[in-house]
Structure formats: structure tokens, C-alpha cells
């Protein structure tokens, strides 16, 4: 895969939840390597004549978008590489949610309905200046992708990725490797996995 043939999206520092200010940058982790796995918020089949690429974000996915970018920027989340399909359901999650917390976003068509292998070939392309990498995508092959990454992790966290992972959720893992060469299957640990019905104030905006 070619990164320099990607498309990237201009970041604007005026985050796109809320008045609050965009987190400042936290210490890298050494060699620690996290990644976050963010599947797109909830899409609407409005107007039903548009291609399935193309289909926006519905009102529901909006708010939980925001709830999420609120979530992540109050922690400090820093990134140092966002990648994301190329779906506008996608485009739109990683603006809202990603956008103010990292560089520039790389923009692939790669990862739309990617398989889980294609989605490690992407992780593996990743340079020694990255420790912290965000990516966007779909289901099927992103909760594949989570549960076999995944080696172990909290039971009750576990459990539920495997169960399910809906849309606009977030899973955080940490991955054993000394580079992201060496990422394989089975080399992560979850560290937390975040629903739009778990973050503050979900019942009041319906999530």
C-alpha cells in the first residue's frame, strides 16, 4: 500500500464538540504501542437512493460522534497517525471524534469493509515515529479484526467485544510488539472497550 497516494484531511484546532479547548499533547509511552479502533457512528439510509459509501452520518450518530470526542479530548488523548475509510459515514465519525486530538487524517479506500488482514497490512506500514495510531472503519472486519488482535485483556471488557461491536464504539489496545512490523495477531491487550451507551450523559441524548 502506498501511503503517499492517500488522500489527508486538513485538521482545524477548533474542535467540532464543544467550547473546550484541544488537549495538549501528553508523554509519548516509550516503546508502548496503542491503538485505537473506532468504528463508524451510527448512518443514515437517508435519501435512500445514495450508494452505501456515501450514506452521512444519521442525527443519532452526530450526537454520539460528539459524545465521544468530548470523552477522548477531557482524557488528553493524543494520536500520532489517524487513518480512516474512505466512506462519508467514516469521513464524518473521524472529523467529529478525531479530528482535533492528531495529525492530518490519512483518507483510504483500503479500509472500507477492509478484512481484518487487510487492516494489519495497514498497521505494519507504520514508521518508529508512531506510538499512538487511530484507525476508522466498518463491521464486519473491524470487530474480526478487535477479537483477534486482542490476546487478552479485563474478562468483562473482553466479553463484550466479542459479543458485539456497535456502531461509534471505541477499543483501546495496547500491542506487544517493538515495532508495528511486528504486530500479529494476538499480540494485543485490550485496554477498554467504550460504547456510545457508556460514556456520561448517554441517556439524555438517546445513545
Known sequence: MDMASR???GIPCEP????????????????TLRLLLLRHAKSSWDPPRLSDHDRPLSARGERAARAMGRTLAAEGVRLDMIVSSSAVRARETCRIVLAPLGPEAVITAELYMASPREMLEVLREQGPDVDRMAMVGHNPGMHDFAVRLCGDGPPTELRRLREKFPTGALAEIELRARSWRDVGFGSGSLVRFLRPKDLEGAEELGL
Open 16 to 31: 467540532p464538540w464543544g467550547d473546550s479547548p484541544c488537549p495538549q499533547p501528553i508523554p509519548r509511552s516509550g516503546n
Open 7 to 9: 488522500e489527508t484531511v
